[in-house]
């Protein structure tokens, strides 16, 4: 189902950007719905980043209620990451 979205400026403006879209060969209404769906996808985006996100927490705390965590002091968990990060590089290697 498509919907009508309207939004007011001054003459001015109207005209200089259907000046501008004509010269890129489109309409003003065409930039418009563009622009709309440019920014529906950058917010879908988010969402799934947000709810990503929230999975991955909500996860950890799962872990922690059920006693599976396990915690690192700070010096730790820069070797931990030092050897997954050359896990990683040697499986790239090959």
Do not use: H, P
Request: net charge negative; glycine share 4%; hydrophobic share 35%.
């Amino acid at each position: 189902m498509e919907s009508r979205i309207q939004f007011r400026v001054d003459e001015e403006t109207k005209q200089l950007a259907q000046k501008m879209a004509a010269s890129q060969g489109r309409t003003l209404s065409d930039a418009c719905r563009e622009l709309t769906e440019q920014l529906a996808e950058e917010q879908r985006k988010v969402a799934s980043q947000e709810s990503w996100l929230a999975d991955q927490i909500n996860e950890a705390f799962a872990r922690y209620d059920a006693g599976s965590t396990t915690f690192y002091t700070g010096n730790d968990a820069e070797i931990e990451m030092e050897k997954r990060k050359a896990k990683i590089r040697a499986a790239n290697k090959a």
